[in-house]
């Protein structure tokens, strides 16, 4: 006996319809087969639809929070406070993640983490050495066998490599190549040299002096830069590899309020890093902030702001630490609560949307 199910819910994942092959086997049932379908009717109940939910910070949430602090703001907790507040109060506060789930066939976190291992075993051995069109094509050669490498390091329930995954590991395949390709690129048009590869997955940290009332004392951020380059003429390149969608309209700001009247979580990140590296690479003049989408053959987009896009780390310190310590300021407050994000366009994608009814 096989039991096909489907929810028969418009708002549902599959919105409301059965399959293709579940609907081929209603009209062509195989031979010396019985198809017959049952349908079950669950018990309803009812929520008041739009109520507000709103998270006071008590004890508990400033005790949580001020842990939190410590352990380092990342780029990603910045963006998730920016967008919905109350989202951020699950993911970090009572730390709901996602279910734990031994999946046959790997998600999208899991492919973008299969690519940056990948990046990160090819190009670390650069390090402290110059980076050559040979030695590139030489790379070029394991990639294959790196990313299935990590793939299966990554999904570690599974004993081998077969169906979608093999279409998965394909993709994988084509990023990686591209990124190669863009340096070999680079390197024929300005000559051996011209390309320093200066850090890979890179763990930054920095501590941050905010002025907030107790029981805050230590305010971090950090996080991991995919990777740092020096270029032909002396700049710093901090680059971010992205496996989805990108635009260059996704890092431009024409003022610097812009970045959080209209928060852009790609913007955020990028002076984020900004912010890290001043300390530790603060005797560097110049800098630009990019983010190379791999999904297509274009240089990396560049960080904008005010139409400004080659900065010394002071000056991001200067301008967007301002902001970002006035964000953290008033995570720090007690009377501003963990509420619903106004723009229910970001609540369609959300895994906490069940919980907040939206």
């Not at 009812?46 to 001020?66: C, H, Q, R």
């Given at each position: 006996?096989?039991?096909?199910?489907?929810?028969?819910?418009?708002?549902?994942?599959?919105?409301?319809?059965?399959?293709?092959?579940?609907?081929?086997?209603?009209?062509?049932?195989?031979?010396?087969?019985?198809?017959?379908?049952?349908?079950?009717?669950?018990?309803?109940?009812?929520?008041?639809?739009?109520?507000?939910?709103?998270?006071?910070?008590?004890?508990?949430?400033?005790?949580?929070?001020?842990?939190?602090?410590?352990?380092?703001?990342?780029?990603?907790?910045?963006?998730?406070?920016?967008?919905?507040?109350?989202?951020?109060?699950?993911?970090?506060?009572?730390?709901?993640?996602?279910?734990?789930?031994?999946?046959?066939?790997?998600?999208?976190?899991?492919?973008?983490?299969?690519?940056?291992?990948?990046?990160?075993?090819?190009?670390?051995?650069?390090?402290?050495?110059?980076?050559?069109?040979?030695?590139?094509?030489?790379?070029?050669?394991?990639?294959?066998?790196?990313?299935?490498?990590?793939?299966?390091?990554?999904?570690?329930?599974?004993?081998?490599?077969?169906?979608?995954?093999?279409?998965?590991?394909?993709?994988?395949?084509?990023?990686?190549?591209?990124?190669?390709?863009?340096?070999?690129?680079?390197?024929?048009?300005?000559?051996?040299?011209?390309?320093?590869i200066v850090d890979v997955e890179m763990d930054a940290k920095r501590a941050l002096e905010v002025d907030l009332p107790a029981p805050f004392t230590t305010v971090s951020i950090g996080g991991r830069i995919d990777r740092i380059d020096k270029l032909e003429n002396g700049d710093h390149l901090v680059l971010d590899y992205k496996t989805g969608s990108v635009k260059p309209i996704d890092l431009k700001a024409k003022t610097i309020d812009e970045i959080l009247d209209k928060p852009k979580d790609k913007i955020i990140q990028l002076a984020l890093y900004g912010l890290m590296l001043d300390g530790q690479y603060s005797n560097l003049e110049k800098f630009k902030f990019g983010i190379a989408s791999l999904r297509n053959d274009a240089p990396p987009f560049l960080l904008d702001i005010e139409g400004q896009t080659v900065f010394q780390l002071k000056e991001i310190s200067a301008t967007v630490g301002p902001i970002i310590k006035s964000v953290i300021q008033e995570m720090a407050t007690d009377t501003v609560p963990f509420d619903q994000t106004e723009d229910q366009t970001k609540c369609k994608y959300c895994q906490y949307a069940g919980i907040c009814n939206r």
């Open positions: 006996n096989a039991f096909l199910i489907y929810d028969s819910d418009a708002d549902s994942p599959s919105k409301g319809e059965a399959s293709r092959f579940m609907a081929q086997l209603q009209m062509e049932p195989w031979k010396n087969t019985t198809v017959s379908n049952l349908k079950i009717d669950l018990p309803s109940f009812s929520v008041e639809n739009g109520a507000e939910i709103s998270i006071d910070k008590e004890s508990f949430e400033l005790e949580a929070l001020a842990k939190y602090f410590e352990r380092g703001i990342s780029p990603s907790g910045l963006n998730t406070y920016l967008s919905c507040k109350l989202k951020f109060y699950y993911r970090y506060i009572l730390k709901l993640g996602e279910a734990d789930e031994l999946s046959e066939s790997m998600d999208h976190a899991e492919f973008g983490t299969v690519v940056h291992d990948s990046l990160e075993t090819i190009y670390e051995p650069f390090l402290n050495q110059e980076l050559t069109e040979e030695g590139l094509k030489e790379k070029r050669a394991i990639v294959s066998d790196t990313i299935e490498r990590h793939f299966l390091n990554t999904m570690e329930h599974l004993k081998e490599v077969a169906g979608r995954d093999l279409l998965y590991i394909g993709v994988a395949k084509g990023y990686v190549d591209k990124v190669i390709e863009r340096d070999i690129a680079h390197l024929k048009k300005h000559g051996p040299g011209s390309l320093e």
